[in-house]
């Protein structure tokens, strides 16, 4: 199953790189969300694309939103990552991929790596955009978008 635009996001726990337990509920239906699925911690795209959605974390937080990563690394690696590039918003850990099965994201490459899409909901938890790209650069200008109009 795929999510779609209009589906709600659906509930999720988690252990964020600081070691802490973290459920979808503290988040969802509270807040405007970007979720964002990503291959793997330090490697130049992923990083490229954490970076820049640090660069713009105030745009998202002035807009009402929060920000969240998710790869299947483990809380040590997403841990380091995170300290390494300042990263001001949660890393999850999916190292089961029990959270990317959830919202069908589907794989890139012939189904090698893992993909890189984004989800943005609005404040009663609703998905209002999905963007399914590798080229990281677009996610964060399609999710400042949307959440300006």
């Known amino acids: ?10 509930y999720f726990s988690a252990v964020d790189h600081d070691g802490k337990d973290f459920e979808s509920t503290t988040v969802v239906g509270k807040k405007f969300l970007v979720l964002y699925f990503y291959p793997k911690d330090e490697t130049k795209v992923c990083t490229d694309q954490a970076c820049s959605f640090r660069d713009q974390y105030q745009d998202f937080k002035d807009l009402g939103a929060e920000v969240i990563g998710i790869s299947s690394d483990s809380v040590a ?9 300042q990263l001001p918003f ?15 994201v589907p794989n890139d490459l012939f189904g090698l790596i893992p993909g890189r ?7 009663t938890g609703k998905i209002i955009m999905i963007f399914n ?12 978008q949307v959440l300006k109009k």
């Open 77 to 85: 690696s997403h841990k380091k990552f995170s300290k390494r590039h």
């Open 90 to 104: 949660l890393l999850l850990s999916d190292a089961n991929k029990k959270i990317r099965k959830l919202f069908g």
């Open 133 to 144: 790209s590798m080229s990281a650069a677009i996610h964060i200008k399609k999710a400042l």
């Open 117 to 123: 899409v984004t989800y943005v909901a609005d404040k």
């Open 1 to 10: 199953m795929t999510l779609q635009v209009g589906d709600p996001i659906p």
